[in-house]
């Protein structure tokens, strides 16, 4: 697969929505770093990037995420998403809350031969964190 809108669809949606984790092994470089400021370091490779899926997916196992804009430059991906789910289960650290979240968030790949080498994301985990009450929403 070099088509890099699939590839994106599938590693900025498709993974979270099914949990299906084959395609990392041939779309995620073996190199793959990802870059977030929300989540701890990751392995490198494939490894790393279903660590992720993972991660998410039992937090939140009914997540949906949905790519809003997708943009592409050379060998650059840009996704602006969107993520909603249930947090039922624990997320680094954190037990479940039961509640519901909708969070927003840009991803920008890197995308070489055919395979993710290196994703950047900003999201709002702040307001993730606030919408699951554990913190508090300012004037509380």
Known sequence: MTDLKTIAHYFLAESFNTGNLAPADELVAANFTNH????????????GYKQLITTYRTAYPDIRMTLDDLMIEGDKVVGRWTAHGTNTGPLMGMPPTGKQATVTGISILTITNGQVTEQRTNWDALGMLQQLGVIPTPGQ
């Open 36 to 47: 977030d400021p929300s989540t701890p370091p990751l392995p490198a490779g494939p490894a």
